[in-house]
């Protein structure tokens, strides 16, 4: 059985021909995965399909034209790192907790006329219960295309009370960006190099930044399915590499609470992470745009990373719908299975 260390030191091996298996071992080619293999290869849109249980690198597919070397935007999976990097300050004692009203780190609030937005903590951000009406969605090109975004966040009117509603909004996870980039002096990017990456065993490629210089918190950073699934990993692990605590069981623990439920999607969301029931069995996933997954059934000890095309086109929702059946349907119910017989 290959450990976490073990899964991380595969990040450097050449890459697989698309298509082809870049997994080690038989149980690569393990005829449990070849329904979910041939399916996965008839999508246009998939790149990538790694499977690991009990830290074992058991599947590892690469299609139309990816590689496993090559880094991927990742989306909103950005958020559920976001979190982690939150998690690890608090540990560190760079934040004092999730309870923190963020006036702390934006004074500037306290002249907005509307004196609810004082109460709005980092948890709210954590679990997109600021009541700050969205930047995504119809109003993420206006946000984007501000001149500076952290303001533009915080202007939005109030449509809740904070602490209350959910309503998904990657300017949440931007001010928690700028909050880190406060809290430990220096960079979101160089943050998460020292706090995550660099204990995974790799280097974390830079992703956009703001006008101001502050990383973006919550979309477009850069890694390869490797380098997600050994993320998803360190969570499966309660925070722990073979070497030493990355983040706090405890605030693992936080994270997989539900604290809101998406009015578009109907699923749950703790901080940074989405749960949901599959084929039977408790999943916690980060979601990213067009297909982008780290999916964590910690009942089978199993981590799942899809990679997919992340350009808007009118098949990218039937492709998340039928890409989450084939993890469904052939990845987890097929392991589910044969893990009741063991």
Same mark, same amino acid.
């Given at each position: 059985?290959?450990?976490?260390?073990?899964?991380?030191?595969?990040?450097?091996?050449?890459?697989?021909?698309?298509?082809?298996?870049?997994?080690?071992?038989?149980?690569?080619?393990?005829?449990?995965?070849?329904?979910?293999?041939?399916?996965?290869?008839?999508?246009?849109?998939?790149?990538?399909?790694?499977?690991?249980?009990?830290?074992?690198?058991?599947?590892?597919?690469?299609?139309?034209?990816?590689?496993?070397?090559?880094?991927?935007?990742?989306?909103?999976?950005?958020?559920?790192?976001?979190?982690?990097?939150?998690?690890?300050?608090?540990?560190?004692?760079?934040?004092?907790?999730?309870?923190?009203?963020?006036?702390?780190?934006?004074?500037?609030?306290?002249?907005?006329?509307?004196?609810?937005?004082?109460?709005?903590?980092?948890?709210?951000?954590?679990?997109?219960?600021?009541?700050?009406?969205?930047?995504?969605?119809?109003?993420?090109?206006?946000?984007?295309?501000?001149?500076?975004?952290? @303001?533009? /966040? %915080? &202007? !939005? $009117? *109030?449509?809740?009370?904070?602490?209350?509603?959910?309503?998904?909004?990657? +300017?949440?996870?931007?001010?928690?960006?700028?909050?880190?980039?406060?809290?430990?002096?220096?960079?979101?990017?160089?943050?998460? @190099?020292? /706090? %995550? &990456? !660099? $204990? *995974?065993?790799?280097?974390?490629?830079?992703?956009?930044?703001?006008?101001? +210089?502050?990383?973006?918190?919550?979309?477009?950073?850069?890694?390869?399915?490797?380098?997600?699934?050994?993320?998803?990993?360190?969570?499966?692990?309660?925070? !722990?590499?073979?070497?030493?605590?990355?983040?706090?069981?405890?605030?693992?623990?936080?994270?997989?609470?539900?604290?809101?439920?998406?009015?578009?999607?109907?699923?749950?969301?703790?901080?940074?992470?989405?749960?949901?029931?599959?084929?039977?069995?408790?999943?916690?996933?980060?979601?990213?745009?067009?297909?982008?997954?780290?999916?964590?059934?910690?009942?089978?000890?199993?981590?799942?990373?899809?990679?997919?095309?992340?350009?808007?086109?009118?098949?990218?929702?039937?492709?998340?719908?039928?890409?989450?059946?084939?993890?469904?349907?052939?990845?987890?119910?097929?392991?589910?299975?044969?893990?009741?017989?063991?």
């Amino acid at each position: 059985m290959l450990s976490l260390a073990c899964v991380v030191g595969t990040l450097g091996v050449p890459a697989a021909e698309a298509g082809q298996t870049a997994g080690s071992g038989a149980a690569a080619q393990s005829p449990l995965f070849a329904e979910a293999v041939k399916a996965a290869s008839e999508l246009p849109r998939l790149h990538s399909v790694l499977v690991s249980r009990r830290g074992d690198l058991v599947l590892e597919r690469y299609f139309n034209g990816a590689r496993a070397t090559r880094a991927v935007n990742v989306k909103s999976v950005s958020k559920s790192i976001i979190s982690a990097l939150v998690g690890v300050a608090i540990d560190r004692g760079l934040l004092p907790g999730p309870e923190t009203p963020i006036r702390s780190y934006f004074p500037e609030l306290i002249k907005d006329k509307d004196d609810r937005k004082h109460r709005i903590t980092i948890e709210d951000l954590l679990t997109m219960r600021s009541g700050l009406e969205t930047t995504s969605n119809r109003n993420y090109g206006a946000w984007v295309q501000s001149r500076n975004w952290v @303001q533009h /966040a %915080l &202007a !939005r $009117p *109030l449509f809740a009370p904070p602490g209350t509603e959910m309503e998904y909004s990657t +300017g949440n996870t931007h001010l928690l960006s700028a909050i880190l980039t406060k809290a430990t002096k220096s960079s979101t990017w160089q943050f998460a @190099q020292d /706090a %995550l &990456a !660099r $204990p *995974l065993g790799f280097t974390l490629a830079r992703w956009p930044q703001d006008p101001q +210089g502050i990383y973006f918190g919550g979309n477009d950073m850069l890694l390869t399915p490797r380098q997600m699934l050994a993320f998803g990993e360190l969570y499966l692990r309660a925070g !722990r590499t073979a070497e030493r605590q990355v983040i706090s069981e405890n605030w693992i623990e936080q994270s997989f609470v539900p604290r809101g439920v998406s009015r578009i999607s109907g699923q749950r969301y703790g901080y940074g992470w989405w749960m949901r029931e599959l084929a039977g069995h408790d999943a916690f996933f980060a979601w990213g745009f067009g297909g982008q997954y780290i999916i964590l059934v910690p009942a089978l000890d199993l981590v799942v990373v899809t990679t997919s095309a992340s350009t808007v086109a009118e098949d990218r929702r039937t492709h998340r719908r039928t890409l989450f059946e084939l993890v469904e349907d052939l990845v987890i119910a097929p392991m589910a299975a044969a893990a009741s017989t063991q």
